[in-house]
């Protein structure tokens, strides 16, 4: 090879050097874009574009559906209802922070007389009471109650602080008149929880649930104990079975 055409080959190293250097390092770090849980991307290990794997969002269709173990409203006075739905999610590590649903009362000719729709979360490892109350169905008298979620279900990586949440010394007054349920709540955690709600079903003794409440509690200290007090007004024409009492608290993103 002669010293022209050597000459010549050093020089075109020297600029394809210099467009790699200059143009092609910059533009493949511009076009390079790491592996992320929103990327659209099934990566990383995912199971499912940006779910499972090390994402927040898990792959649905490695857990159990939530469902639905009952729906019911009950009358509060002529032409006023309460209703309840218990949700069911077997899964534990695993809850829904925020989905749509939506009650559904309808009559005895199967005729759809009020609805109501809200947002809820769903707690892992329990049972969810859904609570909607003063459902005005205009004095028309409510047969069947039906309970849907209006979007689909988003599972993430969730705990369930609500576990920490104990109730005990649960007691009904004044059933013959105006009745009342007292009961103490006690954070069982290292920490405080802020905004608690509390649902009651009250069952007959043959099973049947015949009423239901809510109430709140703004802050519950670690280690301390309040009374919640849940309250109707008529009275029950019916005895009193076995009482249920959730605590809720919005699930809080695994660490």
């Known amino acids: 090879m002669s010293w022209a055409s050597r000459r010549r080959g050093i020089y075109l190293s020297g600029v394809i050097t210099f467009l790699i250097v200059v143009i092609g390092i910059p533009v493949v770090r511009y076009a390079y874009r790491p592996a992320t849980c929103v990327d659209g991307i099934q990566n990383q290990g995912e199971t499912a574009s940006d779910k499972g794997g090390p ?4 792959d649905e269709r490695a857990l159990s559906p939530a469902s639905i173990l009952w729906s019911r409203s009950f009358t509060v006075r002529d032409g006023l209802y309460s209703s309840v ?7 534990a590590g695993a809850g829904v922070k925020s989905v749509r649903y939506r009650f559904g009362l309808y009559d005895a000719q199967n005729v759809l007389i009020a609805e109501r729709t809200g947002t809820m979360f ?4 329990s049972i969810t009471p859904v609570y909607e109350m003063n459902i005005n169905t205009g004095n028309r008298a409510v047969a069947r109650t039906y309970f849907e979620f209006s979007e689909a279900l ?4 969730l705990k369930n602080e609500s576990a920490a949440i104990l109730v005990s010394d649960r007691e009904v007054t004044g059933v013959e008149t ?13 920490s405080a929880i802020l905004g608690l709600s509390f649902v009651t079903v009250i069952f007959d003794p043959s099973g049947n649930a015949r009423a239901a409440s809510m109430t709140s509690l703004p802050r ?6 309040q009374q919640i007090v849940f309250t109707w007004p008529v009275r029950f024409v019916w ?8 605590p809720l608290v919005s699930p809080a993103p695994q660490k």
């Open 85 to 91: 739905a218990y949700v069911v999610n077997e899964n």
């Open 154 to 157: 988003i599972w993430e990586r």
């Open 122 to 125: 769903i707690m892992p490892a």
């Open 220 to 225: 519950l200290n670690a280690g301390e104990k």
């Open 55 to 58: 994402c927040p969002v898990l």
């Open 239 to 246: 005895p009193v079975g076995r009482i249920d009492i959730f």
């Open 178 to 190: 105006s009745p009342r349920l007292t009961a103490i709540a006690e954070n069982g955690s290292v």
